[in-house]
């Protein structure tokens, strides 16, 4: 089971930036994948996750509106299109795979990719 994140750099405020997390091993057509971040001297948050059994995603109130989840089975990978980017959204990102989207355990997680938004 592998996921690895990657796609995030240096942009400024109001900005875009795309996620990729390309998976290998497993069928995420049968688990909840979640993207999550953290900033420094923060905890993790758990940013948007797409269900596996019906596609249907969630996404932290922080980021409705801007980012968009979406997956393309064909490839094995997962992508969080990030728009209208603010200084908040500064930490790395991680893709993980878990059982669920609510109250869900994440039990393989992807390397992390760092997003920076300057103000």
């Known amino acids: 089971v592998q996921l690895q994140a990657s796609g995030g750099g240096l942009v400024q405020s109001g900005g875009s930036l795309r996620l990729s997390c390309e998976t290998s091993?497993?069928?995420?057509?049968?688990?909840?994948i979640s993207w999550f971040r953290q900033a420094p001297g923060k905890e993790r948050e758990g940013v948007s996750c797409?269900?596996?059994?019906?596609?249907?995603?969630a996404s932290a109130d922080s980021v409705k509106g801007r980012f968009t989840f979406s997956k393309d089975n064909a490839k094995n990978s997962l992508y969080l299109q990030m728009n209208s980017l603010k200084p908040e959204d500064t930490a790395v990102y991680y893709c993980?795979?878990?059982?669920?989207?609510?109250?869900?355990?994440?039990?393989?997680w992807g390397q992390g990719t760092q997003v920076t938004v300057s103000s």
């Open positions: 797409i269900s596996g059994s019906d596609g249907r995603t």
């Open positions: 993980a795979r878990g059982d669920s989207c609510i109250g869900g355990r994440f039990d393989s």
């Open positions: 091993g497993f069928s995420f057509d049968y688990y909840a």
